[in-house]
Every structure is written in C-alpha cells, then in structure tokens.
C-alpha cells in the first residue's frame, strides 16, 4: 500500500462544477503539499497545509491530522484548472516529499 | 516563473555520455532537492541539499550521478555514462526552513 494515495485517479468534468480531489496518508508529517502540473509543465506549489484549512482564490485546502486526510477543492472550475493535482507530504523525520500518483483533472468547457 | 531556474531546459545525449545540470535556487532558500520525473509518474526524491551539506541521498541515486552545492547556492547534478533508462525529467525544487518547496522548470533529458 503506498504511503499516500489520492482519488480519484483521472477526473472529467464540466466547466462551472465543484472538484474534490482526496488524499490519504498513512505516515506521520510535517507537513501537506498540493501541486499542480501542466502537461510539459513544471510543478507549481499551490498550498502547504499543517492544520486546518486554506483558501486562495477558487482553491481551498483542508487537512484532518486525526484522520490523516486531506482534500484540494476547486469552485466554479474553468477549463484552464486542468492539470494533474498532486498531493505530497512531508514526513516528520526525514526531508523528504512522499508523492501521491496525482489526479488528472480535465475540465471541459 | 518561481524564482528557481534550471540549465539546460533540455538535453539530447548518447548513451555513454556525461551530462551536468544546473540549478539556481532563490536567493535566501538553503534547502535544495532534486527530483527525477518519468512519464505518467511522481517525482522521485534523489537528493537534498541544506547548505553546501548533502544531506539525504536516495538509493535511485546510482555511483553514475553525483551531485554537488559548493557554496550553498547553486547546485549541479550530474550523470556520468548515461542509460535510456535516464530519459526523465529533472526537477529542482528549493526552500527555505519551515517554508513550502519552489519548483524549477526542469531539465528533460533524451538519452539516445
């Protein structure tokens, strides 16, 4: 069983639709990435998490650290929010990220 | 644009041949990790830099690469003899303590 899994794998949905992306981790962490991949692109740090719940713009992040759970919500989606979203986390005694396989979300206008 | 820049963008070699990549962190991040991303899948953790220290070093990370950060800054990663099975994307990614990862735009290597 990997250490951190997200669902769902692949995702298509209409422009305007409400996105929930889930991650699950079994490990003990420091800390919660969501990034974002572009097809051909680079990875694009969209929130570090340890508690809670952040927003920024029509991106909320919240993590549960009781459930070891956390989720990447999108509002009012736009095609140009496709991208593979990848969860990683940062495990609390070692430096590394641990990657989730990410989700592969197209929007369709 | 993150602040973080990586050399090449890309790189064409044949097998058997050395290649060295660079990357310039942000300015104030100590921290600095390298990544390996083949098609369809995560980055692979390779090694991680806090200062010139090399710290953490994975066993992906065969005799064949090495990778150094002289003075704290810059960073270069090389591999010697290369394999297709080296064909990948290499990420650069920077911090600074308690601070989220930046990434770099990647070098994508084509081993021939």
């Known amino acids: 069983k990997n250490e951190v899994e997200q669902s769902p794998q692949n995702l298509t949905a209409q422009e305007g639709e409400f996105i929930t992306i889930n991650c699950s981790y079994s490990v003990g962490i420091s800390a919660l990435h969501w990034l974002q991949q572009h097809p051909g692109g680079g990875i694009v740090s969209l929130f570090m998490?340890?508690?809670?719940?952040k927003k920024h713009g029509r991106l909320i992040a919240t993590i549960n650290i009781q459930e070891k759970h956390s989720s990447l919500h999108i509002t009012a989606s736009h095609p140009r929010d496709s991208a593979v979203y990848i969860c990683?986390?940062?495990?609390?005694?070692?430096?590394?990220?641990?990657w989730g396989a990410g989700t592969k979300l197209i929007i369709k206008p | 644009d993150t602040g973080v820049s990586q050399d090449p963008r890309h790189k064409i070699t044949k097998r058997g041949q050395n290649v060295t990549f660079r990357c310039d962190p942000i300015s104030e991040h100590n921290r600095l990790y390298w990544y390996r991303q083949t098609l369809g899948q995560g980055p692979e953790f390779l090694t991680y830099f806090q200062n010139e220290a090399q710290l953490e070093k994975s066993r992906l990370l065969s005799d064949r690469f090495s990778a150094e950060r002289p003075k704290g800054s810059f960073s270069t990663l090389e591999i010697q003899r290369t394999e297709q099975g080296d064909s990948a994307m290499y990420l650069c990614a920077s911090r600074t303590e308690g601070g989220t990862q930046y990434f770099g735009p990647g070098t994508r290597l084509l081993v021939l």
């Open positions: 990683a986390v940062m495990g609390d005694s070692n430096y590394q990220l641990i």
């Open positions: 998490l340890s508690s809670g719940k």
